[in-house]
C-alpha cells in the first residue's frame, strides 16, 4: 500500500509548445479551440455547481503563497497561456495551451513574444466596467508583479528584464539571460499568471479584499462570506462562446470532514469533499459500498510532504543532523498508517514522473531514505548530540486532520530516533505568512513542494535569499545547476541535470522529503465532461464540465 504505479506520459518538448503556440493556436477556428474533448456540443446549460472550496487568506495573488488564494481566484482570473483541461487529460500532465493569448513566438533566446485575442472584455463590473483587456494590461501585470515588494514568488520571473508593449494586441517579454521554462511558469496557476486590471490596484491600492476580484474569467464573484462560502455567477460575456455551461459554483469552506462527507453522501455536493474533490481514503470503501454510482479515479498528488529547517543556523548546518532526520522516519509507516495510499518521493513529486527520480535512483542519498533509528542516534552523537537534541517543530491544522495525524507521528519517530520536537500550530495564514517563507525557528512540516514542473519547485526551494527557500539553503553548487537548467534546450540533457539537482539534495538533506498522497477523486456521474487535476485551476475545470441531472 506504501507504493504507487503509474506509467509516465510524454511531457510536450519546448519545440513542441511554441509549434502548438504558432500553428494550433493560429489555424484553429476559435470555435475549436472550445472544444477539450469528445461530445462538447452536447453540453448542456444550467444548474449550480456545489463543491468543496476554500476561505482564502485573502485575494490578492501577488502577496501569498497560499493555495486557498489562488483556487479561489481561478473562477474569476485568466492568464496568458493555461494547463490543458477535460476528460481526456491524464492526472499529473500539464500540457500548455492558449488562453489570453491565442499564440506566441521565441524569435531568440531572450525573446518571446505573445498575441493576444482581441475583443477580451473584463467582466463588467465597475471600474473597469467591460472594457477590452489590451497588452497594457498585460504589462501592467507583469510589472507589478515584478516590483511588489511582498511578493513571495517574484524569483519565477528572476530571469526577465522587463516586459514590452508592441502594439494593442502584443507584448515582448526581454530576458536577462536564456529561461527555457517561462512559457511554462505564465500557465501556473500561481504566481505572475493572472492578469489584474490597474483599476483595481488604483482604487484599492492593493487586492485583498474581495471587491477587488474583477477579471476577465469564466465566472464573477458575486458574493463572499468569510469561512462559509464565496458564490460565483456565470460571466456571460467570457470569450470563451458558450461558456460556462453552469449557471455558477458555490465555493463551499468544508473544513469539517465529518460535515463534509455527509453532505455528499446526502446530495448536497456534486464533487467529493476532500482536497482535489476526493474522497479521504478511509472512507473510499463504505462510499463505494454505499454508492456505487458515483465516478471514482485515483491519482497520485504532485505535492511532496516534507520537513525544513533553517540550514543556516545549527545545529541544522551539520549535514549529519540532517540526515539524521531522515532516518528517523519510516516513511511507508505514515502512508499506510494516515493516507493509506501514496510514495516515498524526492524532491519533484513521483505525481510528476517524468521529472521524478524514484527513491532507487537518488544515488548515494538513497540510503538517507531508510527507517533507522540507530543511525540517526549515532550520527546525532558524531554531530555532538550524544543525549540527542531539541527543537520546535512547526505547522499548521490548515490542511486537514490527515495532515496533524502525520505530523504527530513523525513527531513520534524523530522522539524514538533522539529528536524532541515540541509542536508549535498556527492559524494557516499567519503560518503561510511566516513560516512558509523561511520565518521561523527549529524545523517545520508542510505540504510545500508542489509541481506542474520541476524548474520552480527547486529553484525557489534552493536559491538563495528566494522567500520560497525555506531552509535558507545556500550551496554553489546547487545554484550552479539551477541556472545550467534553465538554460539548457535539449530536453533529455535538461532532465539528467533535473534528476542529477535531486539526486544531490538527497544526499544533503537541506529538506527531508518525505511522500506524495494518493487520491481517490470522485464525483456524481451527472457530473459530465470532467476529469481531476492536481492543478489549482478549478475555475476553467468548472468553466468546461455540465450537469446532466
Not at 448542456?44 to 485573502?58: A, Q
Not at 516515498?344 to 524514484?358: D, F, K, N, Q, V
Amino acid at each position: 500500500m506504501g507504493t504507487w504505479d503509474r506509467k509516465p506520459a510524454r511531457r510536450l518538448t519546448r519545440r513542441d509548445v511554441l509549434r502548438t503556440g504558432l500553428t494550433t493556436a493560429g489555424t484553429l477556428s476559435a470555435g475549436a479551440l472550445l472544444a477539450p474533448g469528445r461530445g462538447w456540443a452536447q453540453g448542456k446549460r444550467g444548474g449550480i455547481l456545489r463543491v468543496r472550496g476554500y476561505d482564502p487568506p485573502h485575494f490578492d495573488p501577488d502577496l501569498t503563497l497560499a493555495f486557498k488564494t489562488n483556487t479561489t481566484l481561478s473562477f474569476v482570473y485568466n492568464k496568458l497561456v493555461r494547463h490543458k483541461i477535460g476528460p481526456g487529460v491524464t492526472p499529473g500532465t500539464f500540457a500548455v495551451e492558449p488562453d489570453l493569448a491565442e499564440r506566441w513566438e521565441a524569435p531568440d533566446d531572450t525573446s518571446y513574444v505573445f498575441y493576444l485575442r482581441k475583443g477580451v472584455r473584463w467582466q463588467n463590473k465597475p471600474p473597469v466596467n467591460g472594457r477590452e483587456l489590451t497588452a497594457e494590461d498585460v504589462k501592467f501585470t507583469l510589472d507589478r508583479f515584478l516590483s511588489e515588494k511582498g511578493n513571495p514568488l517574484r524569483f519565477v520571473l528572476d530571469p526577465v528584464d522587463r516586459v514590452e508593449v508592441v502594439d494593442r494586441y502584443t507584448v515582448r517579454f526581454r530576458l536577462k539571460e536564456p529561461f527555457v521554462w517561462l512559457v511554462d511558469v505564465l500557465a501556473s496557476p500561481v504566481g505572475p499568471g493572472w492578469i489584474i486590471a490597474r483599476e483595481m490596484v488604483d482604487k484599492y491600492g492593493d487586492l485583498k479584499k474581495a471587491e477587488t476580484a474583477i477579471g476577465t474569467g469564466p465566472f464573477i464573484l458575486e458574493r463572499y462570506e468569510p469561512n462559509v462560502k464565496t458564490v460565483f455567477r456565470r460571466n456571460p460575456n467570457y470569450f470563451r462562446a458558450g461558456l460556462p455551461w453552469v449557471d455558477g459554483v458555490d465555493w463551499l469552506v468544508m473544513e469539517d470532514e465529518a460535515a463534509g462527507l455527509a453532505a455528499y453522501r446526502t446530495g448536497q455536493l456534486d464533487a467529493g469533499p476532500n482536497h482535489w474533490w476526493s474522497l479521504r481514503q478511509p472512507d473510499v470503501a463504505a462510499v463505494k459500498k454505499s454508492h456505487p454510482q458515483l465516478i471514482y479515479q485515483d491519482f497520485l498528488s504532485n505535492v511532496t510532504h516534507g520537513i525544513y529547517m533553517r540550514t543556516d543556523k545549527p545545529p541544522f548546518n551539520d549535514v549529519r543532523v540532517r540526515r539524521a532526520i531522515s532516518h528517523a522516519i519510516d516513511r511507508p509507516a505514515v502512508i499506510e498508517s494516515v493516507f493509506l495510499k501514496g510514495e516515498p518521493t524526492p524532491a519533484i513529486s513521483r505525481g510528476l514522473p517524468e521529472w521524478s527520480p524514484r527513491i532507487d535512483e537518488l544515488g548515494s542519498g538513497a540510503k538517507y531514505y531508510r527507517y533507522d533509528p540507530k543511525e540517526a542516534r549515532r550520527l546525532l552523537a558524531e554531530a555532538g548530540f550524544p543525549q540527542g537534541l531539541k527543537t520546535l517543530l512547526n505547522s499548521t491544522a490548515g490542511y486537514g486532520s490527515d495532515f496533524i495525524d502525520a505530523v504527530q507521528l513523525i513527531q513520534r519517530q524523530l522522539k524514538e530516533s533522539g529528536i524532541e520536537a515540541e509542536l508549535k500550530l498556527q492559524e494557516f495564514g499567519a503560518h503561510v505568512s511566516t513560516t512558509f517563507v523561511g520565518k521561523f525557528e527549529g524545523l517545520a512540516m508542510d505540504p510545500f513542494s508542489i509541481a506542474w514542473q520541476p524548474h520552480e519547485t527547486l529553484y525557489g526551494m534552493y536559491m538563495p535569499e528566494q522567500p520560497r527557500n525555506s531552509s535558507h539553503v545556500n550551496d554553489p553548487k546547487l545554484t550552479a545547476m539551477l541556472k545550467e537548467q534553465m538554460r539548457t534546450q535539449d530536453l533529455a540533457a535538461r532532465k539528467k541535470l533535473i534528476f542529477d539537482i535531486q539526486r544531490y539534495a538527497a544526499d544533503q538533506q537541506y529538506y527531508v522529503y518525505l511522500y506524495c498522497v494518493g487520491f481517490t477523486a470522485c464525483w456524481q456521474p451527472y457530473v459530465k465532461n470532467y476529469a481531476p487535476n492536481p492543478s489549482f485551476d478549478y475555475g476553467n475545470r468548472a468553466a468546461a464540465l455540465w450537469l446532466d441531472r
